[in-house]
């Protein structure tokens, strides 16, 4: 059974950083992307940045480019997002997913991705 558990939400200020992790358990890295999401109260769920565990190649949202880093340790199965120069715009909740597209252009299609953590919030304050 696959299971995504994530970690490291909080509330900070604006420019401040903060480093989520999504521990991944009875999931096999593959040629699959794995990806962050976020999802603000009365907004739809969108992208953030994606990993393909594989190749190492990241894909990232405009909004968070050079702000947002993805990364990941496979010895540990478990993928990050190192948020820096946070603006109240990135609050929300975000979620790690795995399972998801091999075509790199589709990173940021949430349906194409099987597993969902429950997520954690993370809340900018101006």
């Known amino acids: 059974q696959v299971q995504l558990v994530e970690s490291g939400g909080g509330s900070v200020q604006a420019g401040g950083s903060l480093r989520l992790s999504c521990a991944a358990s009875?999931?096999?890295?593959?040629?699959?992307?794995m990806g962050w999401f976020r999802q603000a109260p009365g907004k739809e769920r969108e992208g953030v940045a994606a990993?393909?565990?594989?190749?190492?190649?990241?894909y990232y949202a405009d909004s968070v480019k050079g702000r947002f880093t993805i990364s990941q340790d496979k010895a540990k199965s478990t993928v990050y997002l190192q948020m820096n120069s946070l603006k109240p715009e990135d609050t929300a909740m975000y979620y790690c997913?795995?399972?998801?597209?091999?075509?790199?252009?589709?990173?940021?299609?949430?349906?194409?991705?099987?597993?969902w953590g429950q997520g954690t919030q993370v809340t900018v304050s101006s």
């Open positions: 997913a795995a399972d998801g597209p091999t075509y790199g252009g589709s990173w940021f299609f949430s349906h194409e991705y099987n597993y």
């Open positions: 990993i393909y565990p594989v190749g190492g190649s990241t």
């Open positions: 009875g999931y096999t890295y593959t040629y699959n992307a």
